[in-house]
C-alpha cells in the first residue's frame, strides 16, 4: 500500500500524559497536512509542512501541541499534558508539487480519547 | 475564503441519481470548486474539482452555472458503498499548499 499511513489507529490515554503520533507520507510528497476532527464535524487545518520546514500552524495548535517532520518525510504530532477536549480523530495529509493544489491525500486517521 | 452551504443530510436508495448543492455566493473569480468524499473511520478522499460549465470523471459529475454561486455534485446510480459524508470546499487552486477548509458536509445515506 502506497498511500499514506498513520500510527497508532487508535490511543486511548489519561488525562496528563503526552502522546505522540506518527504519519508517513506517499513517498514522493513532499507536503504535509495535519488535520484534527471531532465528532460531527469536518476537519479542521492544524499545521503544514513543506519538506522539514514547518510553513503554517493553526491558533488551533496550543503550546501543548509539537509538529515535526525532521527529515521531510515521515512527520510526528506531539500532544503534552492532553486534556479531555483533545479527544478527536487526528488525520494526516499529504501532496506533492505537482498536484492541483485542492488535492490532498489523507490517511485513515488516529482517533484519540482522552479519559 | 468562500464560505460554502450544503444541506446536512440526505437519503436516497441504490440505483438513484443523487444531487447534492452547494451554495458559495461569495466565490472569487481565482476560487476553485473540490468535492471530498469521506467514509466512517477513514480521511476525507478527493472527488472531483471544477471551474465552471461541467466536469465529470469515474465516479461524479460537476456541474456550475454560469454565476457560479452554486455547484451540484451528482452520483450517479448509487449504491449502499456511497453512504458517507459529502464535503464543499471553495478556495484558490494555486500551485502550492492549500490549507482545506472543510464545513460540516452532507451526510448522505443511501438505502436498500
Known amino acids: 500500500d502506497t498511500g499514506v499511513s498513520q500510527n497508532p489507529r487508535h490511543k486511548i490515554t489519561k488525562r496528563g500524559q503526552n502522546v505522540t503520533f506518527r504519519c508517513d507520507p506517499i513517498s514522493e510528497h513532499n507536503r504535509l497536512y495535519w488535520y484534527r476532527q471531532t465528532l460531527g464535524q469536518g476537519p479542521e487545518f492544524l499545521t503544514y509542512f513543506q519538506n522539514e520546514a514547518q510553513l503554517e500552524k493553526s491558533r488551533l495548535l496550543s503550546d501543548r501541541f509539537s509538529a515535526e517532520r525532521p527529515k521531510g518525510s515521515f512527520s510526528t504530532l506531539e500532544i503534552q499534558r492532553t486534556e479531555q477536549g483533545d479527544s478527536a480523530m487526528y488525520l494526516c495529509?499529504?501532496?506533492?508539487?505537482?498536484?492541483?493544489?485542492?488535492?490532498?491525500?489523507f490517511g485513515p486517521g488516529t482517533r484519540l480519547t482522552v479519559t | 475564503l468562500a464560505k460554502t452551504t450544503q444541506p446536512i443530510s440526505m437519503d436516497s436508495y441504490e440505483g438513484q441519481e443523487v444531487n447534492i448543492t452547494c451554495s458559495h455566493n461569495n466565490i472569487a473569480t481565482n476560487d476553485y470548486i473540490t468535492w471530498y468524499q469521506q467514509f466512517p473511520s477513514q480521511g476525507p478522499r478527493f472527488i472531483i474539482q471544477?471551474?465552471?460549465t461541467k466536469v465529470t470523471n469515474e465516479v461524479a459529475s460537476l456541474f456550475i452555472p454560469a454565476d457560479r454561486k452554486s455547484s451540484t455534485l451528482s452520483l450517479p446510480r448509487v449504491s449502499l458503498s456511497d453512504t458517507a459524508v459529502y464535503y464543499c470546499?471553495?478556495?484558490?487552486?494555486?500551485?502550492?499548499?492549500?490549507?482545506?477548509?472543510f464545513g460540516q458536509g452532507t451526510r448522505l445515506t443511501i438505502n436498500p
Open positions: 471544477g471551474y465552471k
Open positions: 470546499l471553495v478556495g484558490d487552486i494555486i500551485q502550492g499548499a492549500q490549507k482545506l477548509v
Open positions: 495529509a499529504s501532496s506533492s508539487k505537482l498536484d492541483r493544489g485542492y488535492e490532498q491525500y
